[in-house]
């Protein structure tokens, strides 16, 4: 695989750990009509606004901008949000499921140092991680918030860097988010595409190092 | 309106001047199961890579992202692509329409000093601008590729006000994207957001100065 394989593993955290698709799930259940597309434009604004927001230089942490986008994707479809609602929806997010191959690979990577690095904010990753069967799988929950630089900037992955003492090259770095493995194949992590939707490689001339369907297959690096 | 009113009108390209939408329908005759949701994703993927690489400092020029994007939408509908159709598509850019208002309404404007600023690439945005009815209508052609700066970057904006030799509150800036409004709103131009779409307000706390829902309304600021 690599002359000189890897001793830290670090994953993303939502879609890649953790399945979202319960988020869409609830919001079936508040706006029956019209959940798949409100939860739809919600994701699409999450991601685009902290792009737009690392752009602008214009911080703000993940949660603000995930309340801000559902805000955006209920308005868009004339729907109306009361607090209960909001407060509900935003909850999904602490109490996501792992999937369900993720507890029984990260146990038999024992010997190796396991790390998640989100772009949430430990607000929304703490409760999460630490209330999920993964809980002692890391030894680290970092989050860009700590930093104030969303992936996929350059600062973002060489500050986990910084903070897990590790060079890139000694790092695979899993997504399941083909942005996120750009990212981190430009800042010189090798990577693993967890490819669940099964898509075609982001065209940006970044290609990860290995595509797999789901979390089993980086069971070849230990 | 304002108390000094703008004496310089900055206005965006694509979706703003000239329709978009063609670009769609020559998708679908292409792929005529298909064309919707690869025009779709094709047009989302142009955004999400400009933006990709904007924050991973990775810059190429938007005809190559554009190209880029294309590739992927057809691979992830599992379509192919000749050569001849890939040029035949990435060549509707060329050749768009303005919008019907736009050349009567430029032509009300002239006491201004009216300009365009796209991150489209002058391979792009000359052709098209200089074919069209639009042509006599600008003192300047400007592209974010003259600094290698996308939109929403500060320095994408702060570029345009160099070039023309303008304060940003003696600006005012059009756009129908409204992340190109919040860019733009961001640096410190007045902004008209041509809300053709009839969208909510963008989330980013950036709000626009004004909405139309086409270009008719700002003749309110000759």
């Known amino acids: 695989m690599t002359q000189q394989p890897p001793h830290t593993f670090i994953f993303d955290v939502y ?3 953790f399945d979202v698709d319960s988020v869409a799930d609830k919001c079936n259940k508040y706006f029956p009509e019209k959940g798949e597309k409100i939860s739809k434009t919600w994701r699409e604004k999450q991601l685009e606004y902290a792009n737009l927001r690392q752009i602008m230089g214009n911080y703000e942490d993940f949660y603000s901008i995930t309340k801000d986008a559902l805000h955006f994707a209920v308005k868009k479809y004339a729907e109306e949000l009361n607090e209960e609602v909001e407060k509900e929806l935003l909850e999904n997010y602490l109490y996501l499921s792992p999937y369900p191959e993720a507890k029984a690979v990260l146990n038999q990577l024992g010997d190796k140092n396991l790390a998640v690095f989100s772009n949430g904010s430990h607000d929304m990753l703490d409760p999460l991680i630490k209330e999920s069967i993964l809980a002692d799988s890391f030894s680290k929950i970092i989050s860009a918030d700590e930093v104030q630089q969303f992936k996929p900037a350059l600062d973002a992955y060489a500050y986990v860097s910084k903070i897990l003492e590790v060079k890139p090259k000694d790092v695979l770095f899993m997504s399941s988010n083909g942005w996120d493995i750009s990212g981190a194949k430009n800042y010189g992590f090798q990577t693993a595409w967890i490819n ?27």
């Open 15 to 17: 879609g890649t750990l």
């Open 196 to 222: 669940r939707q099964n898509l075609p490689t982001e065209e940006l001339k970044l290609e990860p190092d290995i595509i797999y369907k789901d979390l089993t297959g980086i069971l070849e690096w230990k």
